[in-house]
C-alpha cells in the first residue's frame, strides 16, 4: 500500500506515524513543501519573547528519526499542485507525478491577508518567526501594533511588550478570544493594560496602513484547501475541508486531519472549524489509522483551548452562554473567584464560569482565568463535557486536595454548586 501524507508538521507526521505503527509493509511518504518539518508553531511567541533562542528548539523531532526509527520517507521542498484522484496521483510544483493508493491531506490553513508592506508580519510560518526576529534585532522598532485579538495576537501582543516595545492592539469586536463573552474580555483587557498593551475593542485596522513601526496582522487564517476541492473534495458550511467521523473527505480513499479540515463540536453537534495543535494532532491519529485499512472514529472537538496573556491564565472550553444561546440552548451562568491553593502557599486567584443549560442541567462550557490553576479546572471541565454530564454530576465529582495544590472545595465545585443554586 502506497500511502502518501501531504503537510509535514502535526497532523501529517502524526497520520504518517500511526499508519506506520499499524502497517509495517506500507510505503509512506510524506511531503512538505516547507524546508523544515516537525516544528511547533506553539512556541513562535515566545520565540519573540525570547524564552526560545533559535527555530531549532521549536523542532520536536529530527528528520532522521521519522526516516530511520520510523521508516517513513520524508520530501522537503515538495509542493503538491494537483490532486488527480481518478488516476491515484499527485503533482508536484516541478511537474513530478507522484502515484498514491491512499492519501492524507494535512496541509494546515495559512493567513487570511497577504500583507503588502515591508514592516507587517505575520506569525504563522517557520519563515515568519525568524523574519519578525530578524527585523526586530535589525531595526530595534520602539512601536508595535497588533491586528487581532485572537489567542495569536495576544500572545504576540504579550510577546513585543515584553521586549520592550509600546504596543497597541487592535480587534474589530467588542469581545476578545472568539468568545464573545463580555466577562472574560474585560478581565483580559485589564491584565494587558496592567503590563501597558493599549486595547483598541471595536477598532478594525488595515494591517498595511495603521501607524506603528511594525506591524503583526492577526486578523485570522483560511484553511488550505483549494488543491483539493478541486480535485472533487466537498467543502463543508465553515469552508473548510468536509470530513465524516473516520476523517475521510468525500473522496474515497482520501482523508484529512488538522487546520484543513472542520470537526464535529461535541456540545452543538454542528460542524466547526477551530484550528488547533491538540486538534490536528488527535485528528492525524485517526486519518492515519483509517488510511492504513482501520475504523477508527474521531469523537470531536470542544474547542478546549488554554492561552497566556500577560502572565494571565486563559482557559476556555465547550459554549459561552451567547454562544449557546445561538446553538438553541437555555443557558444559564455563574462566575465565581476562589484562590486556587491555600493562601500559605501564595494562593492567587482564580476565576471560574460555567454554563449549563437550564432545562436539561447539561454543562455547556466555561472558563477559567487565573495563574497555574487554570489548566487542571479547564480541563476537568473538557472532561465533563465530553461525559455529557450535569451540573449536579460536576458537584458531585471526587477531586484531588492539598494545600500546595488546591483547595478543599475546589474552585471548580464551587462555582458548580453556585451554579446548581441557580438552577
Ligand atoms: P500546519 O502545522 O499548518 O502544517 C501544514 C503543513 O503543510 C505546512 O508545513 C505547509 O507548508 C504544508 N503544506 C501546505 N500546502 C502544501 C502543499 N500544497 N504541498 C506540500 N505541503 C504543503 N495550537 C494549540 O493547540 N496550542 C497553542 O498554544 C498554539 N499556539 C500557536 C501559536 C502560533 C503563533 C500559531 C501560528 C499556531 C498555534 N497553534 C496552537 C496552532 C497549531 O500550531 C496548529 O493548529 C497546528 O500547527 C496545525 O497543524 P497542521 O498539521 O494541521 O497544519
Not at 92 to 99: D, F, H, Q, S, T
Not at 210 to 222: H, K, S, Y
Not at 355 to 373: C, H, I, K
Amino acid at each position: 500500500m502506497k500511502l502518501v501524507v501531504v503537510g509535514g508538521v502535526a497532523a501529517g507526521l502524526s497520520a504518517a506515524s500511526r499508519a506506520r505503527r499499524l502497517d509495517p509493509a506500507a510505503e509512506i511518504l510524506v511531503l512538505e513543501k516547507g524546508s523544515r518539518i516537525s516544528w511547533g508553531a506553539c512556541g513562535l511567541p515566545y520565540l519573540i519573547e525570547g524564552q526560545v533562542s533559535s527555530m531549532d528548539e521549536l523542532v520536536v523531532y529530527p528528520r532522521e528519526f521519522f526516516e530511520k526509527e520510523r521508516n517513513i520517507r520524508i520530501r522537503t521542498q515538495a509542493e503538491v499542485t494537483a490532486v488527480r484522484h481518478g488516476a491515484r496521483e499527485l503533482i508536484l510544483a516541478n511537474g513530478e507525478r507522484i502515484p498514491y493508493d491512499r492519501l492524507v491531506w494535512a496541509a494546515g490553513a495559512r493567513p487570511a491577508h497577504r500583507p503588502h508592506s515591508e514592516r507587517v508580519f505575520h506569525l504563522h510560518s517557520d519563515t515568519d518567526g525568524e523574519r519578525l526576529n530578524g527585523f526586530l534585532e535589525r531595526e530595534r522598532p520602539r512601536t508595535a501594533a497588533v491586528v487581532g485579538g485572537g489567542y495569536i495576537g495576544l500572545e504576540t501582543a504579550t510577546a513585543l511588550r515584553a521586549r520592550g516595545l509600546m504596543v497597541r492592539l487592535f480587534h474589530d469586536a467588542t469581545t476578545l478570544l472568539n468568545r464573545e463573552d463580555a466577562w472574560l474580555t474585560q478581565r483580559v483587557v485589564e491584565r494587558l493594560e496592567q503590563c501597558g498593551v493599549e486595547v483598541r475593542l471595536n477598532e478594525p485596522a488595515d494591517p498595511d496602513r495603521v501607524e506603528a513601526d511594525v506591524v503583526i496582522d492577526a486578523t485570522g487564517l483560511r484553511p488550505n484547501v483549494e488543491i483539493l476541492a478541486e480535485a472533487g473534495a466537498a467543502l463543508g458550511r465553515t469552508g473548510a475541508l468536509a470530513v465524516d467521523e473516520y476523517q475521510e473527505t468525500s473522496l474515497r480513499g482520501v482523508f484529512a486531519a488538522g487546520d484543513c479540515c472542520e470537526a464535529r463540536h461535541i456540545v452543538s453537534g454542528r460542524a466547526v472549524w477551530i484550528p488547533l495543535g491538540t486538534t490536528a494532532n488527535r485528528m492525524g491519529r485517526v486519518a492515519g489509522a483509517n488510511a492504513a485499512g482501520r475504523r477508527e472514529r474521531f469523537p470531536g472537538v470542544a474547542g478546549t483551548s488554554i492561552v497566556r496573556v500577560a502572565g494571565l491564565g486563559v482557559g476556555v472550553t465547550g459554549l459561552s452562554q451567547q454562544q449557546a444561546r445561538r446553538e438553541g440552548f437555555s443557558p444559564v451562568e455563574a462566575v465565581i473567584e476562589a484562590r486556587e491553593r491555600a493562601r500559605y502557599f501564595f494562593g492567587r486567584r482564580l476565576a471560574v464560569q460555567l454554563v449549563a443549560d437550564r432545562t436539561s442541567g447539561r454543562l455547556l462550557g466555561g472558563a477559567a482565568l487565573g495563574d497555574q490553576g487554570v489548566l487542571a479546572r479547564i480541563d476537568t471541565l473538557a472532561a465533563a463535557l465530553a461525559a455529557r454530564m450535569t451540573v449536579e454530576d460536576l458537584a458531585g465529582l471526587d477531586l484531588a486536595y492539598a494545600p500546595p495544590y488546591s483547595t478543599v472545595m475546589d474552585p471548580l465545585l464551587v462555582a458548580a454548586q453556585q451554579l446548581l443554586r441557580m438552577l
